[in-house]
């Protein structure tokens, strides 16, 4: 069985009224672009002689 068939028929009402609002709200991803292409982090490379060294 089927749990809706265990619901009263107030639950089923409400049950209906919530799937109803999540296909009318769409998600909206916001994207930082900055932090994802590490250009607030530091760069490090490596200078004369191989020692590790902050750009």
């Known amino acids: 069985m089927k ?7 107030e639950q089923l009402k409400q049950l209906g009224k919530m799937s109803n609002n ?7 991803e916001k994207v930082d672009w900055i932090n994802i292409m590490g250009m ?7 200078g004369r002689g191989g020692a590790i060294r902050r750009k």
């Open 3 to 9: 749990l809706k068939d265990h619901l009263t028929t």
């Open 22 to 28: 999540k296909k009318k709200q769409p998600k909206e």
């Open 40 to 46: 607030d982090r530091d760069r490090y490379s490596r």
